[in-house]
């Protein structure tokens, strides 16, 4: 399984990005998938994601409201539409998959079981 994130760059403040993560060797159905944003630094940090099963979506409160995790299985696609864009949301984006049935720890990093190489996300201020 691959992960291939892309869709990051230079914005300016209260910009729109929108970022995509490519998963190949497997269907997205059945996995549950994230955003993470890492920070120069600083620990990687939950931004939003979709359970598997219920398909139940949570975001960081840093970001409700502004930012929209969605996917399409025939692209096996996951995205995640930034809008409102603020200084302190520049980071390296990541993309992690997980093939287990995790609920209340959909937000740590070490649940995941695949992860993308990243896309950096600048927004001047």
């Known amino acids: 399984v691959q992960l291939q994130a892309s869709g990051g760059g230079l914005v300016q403040n209260g910009g729109s990005l929108r970022l995509s993560c490519v998963v190949s060797?497997?269907?997205?159905?059945?996995?549950?998938m994230s955003w993470f944003r890492q920070a120069p630094g600083k620990e990687r940090e939950f931004i939003a994601g979709i359970r598997r099963g219920d398909g139940s979506i949570a975001y960081a409160n840093s970001v409700k409201d502004r930012f929209i995790i969605s996917r399409d299985y025939a692209k096996s696609t996951v995205y995640l539409q930034m809008n409102s864009l603020k200084p302190e949301d520049t980071g390296v984006y990541y993309c992690?998959?997980?093939?287990?049935?995790?609920?209340?720890?959909?937000?740590?990093?070490?649940?995941?079981?695949?992860w993308g190489q990243g896309t950096q996300v600048t927004v001047s201020s």
């Open positions: 060797g497997r269907t997205i159905r059945g996995i549950a």
């Open positions: 992690g998959a997980s093939t287990r049935g995790i609920y209340s720890t959909l937000g740590v990093p070490s649940s995941y079981d695949y």
